[in-house]
């Protein structure tokens, strides 16, 4: 079965990958890709979504982008607010359907970012352990009559660095500081990991890529000597009550966008569902577990229904200036660099179940969807289920180079660290630091034109 996966997916990759351009390539999500360049470029239904079809994604839609209300509310199925949380909305956190950011300013909260907690230990799911008064995510909000768990700043340091023709660059390493902890300190062993929220973009295409696929992907022993050792994260399923592939989340720690989607609703809203049905109240945290809620439930099984469905049906766009020689050879510099060994161009879609739209799709996502070790400056040395403290989920590219026109940033890597995609490049450790080697000695020219196709993508 392997052996198939792999001859699909060589099949796949075609003859022309890594060279000019290869006719279809700017159609990014295949039969689902939409032909907008605007700021609302990451909120488009899948081009081949039609008829009747269209309605369920735009009432997914309304519940995405509706605020939710602290509970009893005569609001009727949208309360349930809190008690803690970090947003009253999904939509809050992934703007416009987009990229979230750390704050720019030292006094703005933390809303498009969020900070994952764990102590040393493994959970009964296989999963981290959250910290024994403040959980697995740490909430800066709460309705009234409960404390909110505290406070917390982030500040950075700027790192200097020389590009191979002298030409001086600076990175900047955040630092994060915890203040107003309600609820004493944090647990012995405490891992930190922020992480800002991705776009929301061609996520149906990614679940729809066969176990099989990325399976032939991984390559954990670096049996052909590349440097690259992508393996899979394999996850708690709460539908299933077993293991799967996760392939969603920074460290690919959810294996279906209905659990990513209940799994938010509970860690960044407050709001409970039939997976996820208890309220994220530590024991130390009485006024939490003492508030009223809103239904049990909070959030019933067709809404979170219809908000996977809007999850699995929003477009790629169409990519830009993709015959452009400058992007052309940046495509090329791309490739030989080395990048490509993990940021996958093509693969192709197997079928996902009553969703016809995104099946047997040829997609370029630019991801393998597998874990790799980026170094020690990366890490956020919080292992999640199969994931170390040093790896990291391969990010999907594409969509990147419209960030700035709908998000209006260019924060990039899992914290938003990187100013730009220069940055981004330069941070890179582990599995990615000959790849960012070559770039950092490439002639100016040469990084210009790389950056020129990562912003075509």
Same mark, same amino acid.
């Given at each position: 079965?392997?052996? &198939?996966? $792999?001859?699909?997916? %060589?099949?796949?990759? !075609?003859?022309? @990958?890594? +060279? =000019? ?89 933390? &809303?498009? $970012?969020?900070?994952? %907690?764990?102590?040393? !230990?493994?959970? @009964?799911? +296989? =999963? ?330």
């Amino acid at each position: 079965m392997k052996d &198939l996966a $792999l001859i699909a997916l %060589l099949a796949a990759c !075609g003859d022309n @990958a890594s +060279g =000019g351009y290869e006719p279809g390539e700017e159609l990014a999500g295949g039969d689902t890709t939409v032909f907008d360049e605007g700021a609302n470029a990451f909120s488009l239904a899948a081009r081949n979504l039609i008829g009747d079809r269209r309605d369920k994604f735009f009432v997914g839609n309304s519940f995405f982008k509706r605020a939710w209300v602290t509970a009893p509310s005569s609001t009727s199925g949208v309360d349930g607010l809190g008690p803690t949380f970090n947003a009253t909305s999904c939509a809050a956190c992934h703007f416009k359907d987009g990229r979230g950011a750390p704050p720019q300013e030292a006094d703005e909260q933390f &809303l498009g $970012l969020l900070i994952r %907690l764990s102590v040393p !230990g493994v959970a @009964a799911d +296989g =999963g981290p352990v959250g910290d024994p008064s403040y959980g697995g995510q740490f909430n800066h909000k709460s309705i009234l009559g409960v404390a909110a768990e505290g406070n917390s700043t982030v500040t950075y340091v700027e790192v200097p660095g020389v590009f191979g023709d002298g030409t001086a660059y600076s990175l900047r390493k955040p630092t994060y500081e915890f203040t107003e902890l309600a609820f004493g300190p944090f647990g012995d062993g405490i891992m930190v990991s922020p992480r800002v929220g991705p776009a929301m973009i061609g996520l149906g295409l990614l679940e729809a890529v066969d176990e099989s696929t990325l399976v032939a992907l991984a390559d954990e022993d670096d049996a052909d000597g590349d440097g690259i050792s992508g393996r899979v994260n394999r996850v708690f399923d709460v539908r299933t009550q077993g293991a799967k592939i996760g392939r969603f989340g920074w460290k690919a720690n959810q294996p279906s966008l209905e659990q990513q989607a209940a799994g938010a609703f509970l860690g960044d809203i407050g709001v409970t569902s039939t997976l996820f049905p208890d309220q994220n109240c530590s024991a130390a945290q009485v006024e939490c577990t003492a508030s009223p809620g809103g239904g049990v439930p909070e959030i019933a099984d067709d809404k979170i229904d219809e908000v996977t469905y809007y999850s699995q049906l929003l477009a790629v766009p169409v990519r830009r200036n993709f015959q452009d020689p400058a992007v052309l050879r940046g495509k090329v510099l791309f490739h030989e660099a080395g990048c490509a060994s993990c940021h996958t161009p093509k693969l192709v879609t197997g079928d996902l179940a009553q969703i016809p739209e995104v099946s047997r799709q040829t997609i370029f996502p630019f991801s393998d969807l597998l874990l790799h070790d980026m170094g020690p400056e990366l890490a956020d040395g919080r292992p999640d289920f199969l994931a170390t403290g040093n790896e990291w989920r391969t990010p999907p590219l594409w969509g990147i180079g419209l960030v700035e026109v709908v998000n209006r940033h260019t924060n990039f890597i899992h914290d938003g660290r990187a100013r730009d995609f220069s940055e981004a490049i330069l941070w890179h450790g582990g599995e990615g630091e000959a790849a960012r080697e070559a770039y950092r000695m490439m002639p100016e020219r040469d990084r210009d034109a790389m950056i020129r196709f990562l912003e075509s993508l």
